[in-house]
């Protein structure tokens, strides 16, 4: 199982990033993907969820509202759409592979190498 996390950037408060995890091996219709992110200095913090069969999606309140994790079967690819960006938002994002939509990222199998979303406010 390889993920392949791509998108992120430099963007202005406000602004928004789609940031986009390609997935390859194994199979995973009972499978949860999930972004988290993560600051220098930090724990690595939930951010979305998505089941792959189901579809349903599971946010952390600190982005309700304004990010929007979805799906596309057939790319096998997980996406985290982010828009109404503030500077709080920025750290290295992570896509994770996982079987239930736990926020604790223990319980993720597989991870992607990370993108870098900077807000400069």
């Known amino acids: 199982v390889q993920l392949q996390a791509s998108g992120g950037g430099l963007v202005q408060a406000g602004g928004s990033l789609r940031l986009s995890c390609a997935a390859s091996?194994?199979?995973?219709?009972?499978?949860?993907m999930a972004w988290f992110r993560q600051d220098p200095g930090k724990e690595r913090e939930f951010v979305a969820a998505?089941?792959?069969?189901?579809?349903?999606?599971y946010y952390a309140d600190s982005v309700k509202g304004r990010f929007t994790i979805s799906k596309d079967s057939a790319k096998k690819t997980v996406y985290l759409q982010m828009n109404s960006l503030e500077p709080e938002d920025t750290a290295t994002y992570y896509c994770a592979r996982g079987t239930s939509p736990s926020q604790v990222p223990g319980e993720y199998y597989y991870w992607g190498q990370g993108t870098q979303v900077t807000v400069s406010s």
């Open positions: 091996g194994g199979t995973y219709s009972s499978s949860v």
């Open positions: 998505i089941r792959w069969g189901r579809g349903s999606t």
